[in-house]
């Protein structure tokens, strides 16, 4: 399968997914999506991906717990124990998506330097996210009891809560993308450009 088969393949999963929120519920979308996790990354052109996914769920899990008591719903969604699972899967297939999406792309982008990568991921990123808390609080009604008396960003009335917490969502992209080069994940890719790290020399690469 080409590179374009793979990116309509994505965004219609993607489609699909946000298409049926309203109709079967978050909870379950979340489940159906975990489920098909397993088999996605046995595709010959997707293997490479189960890096950025558990990097993904590493900051999911770290996220859920620094925030703690800032999510709390009128429906239990996903509640392991007194754990809410939700904002953990939120998080995962949000960054993940994103990186799925991008990494369709990334070969148009592979000869340009490492922040253009960076800037071109982060914009898709804010995109993404603005559209699905848009969509959840306007259309779908979703709303976070825990931060519900705080202001929503200026412009959509979405992602309320506090200056930190609006912040720590809008950087969660650009982290996750530098996470991603950090630990490593561009020396396996093909169409990754050339990073020059002086933190962590011995990322660098010489041969693309």
């Given at each position: 399968?080409s590179?374009?088969d793979f990116l ?15 109709l079967?519920?978050t ?16 595709l010959?052109?997707k ?7 558990l ?8 996220w859920?717990w620094?925030a703690?008591?800032m ?6 969604l996903?509640?392991?124990?007194q ?9 995962l297939?949000?960054l993940?998506?994103n ?10 982008l ?8 960076l ?13 699905v ?5 306007h ?10 008396g ?7 009335d ?20 530098i ?13 990754w ?6 933190l ?5 690469r010489r041969?693309l």
């Open positions: 399968m590179k374009m309509l393949i994505d965004l219609l999963l993607a489609g699909i997914a946000i298409a049926a929120l309203p079967i519920g909870g379950v979308v979340m489940v159906l999506l975990t489920l098909i996790a397993v088999p996605y990354f046995r010959p052109g293997r490479h991906l189960l890096a950025p996914f990097i993904a769920l590493a900051m999911a899990s770290i859920a620094i703690g008591d999510y709390r719903y009128r429906e239990s996903l509640l392991l124990g754990v809410n699972l939700y904002p953990v899967l939120f998080w297939f949000g993940f998506v990186m799925t999406l991008y990494d369709d792309l990334m070969r148009y592979h000869r340009h330097p490492i922040w253009v990568h800037a071109v991921f982060s914009l898709m990123f804010w995109a993404g996210l603005l559209f808390e848009v969509m959840a609080y259309v779908y009604g979703v709303r976070n009891l825990a931060t519900l705080y202001p929503g960003l200026p412009g959509c979405c992602i309320h809560g506090p200056r930190w917490m609006q912040t720590s969502y809008l950087a969660s992209g650009p982290v996750y993308f996470a991603i080069t950090l630990l490593g994940y561009h020396q396996n890719h093909p169409h450009p050339p990073v020059r790290c002086r962590f020399p011995g990322l660098n041969n």
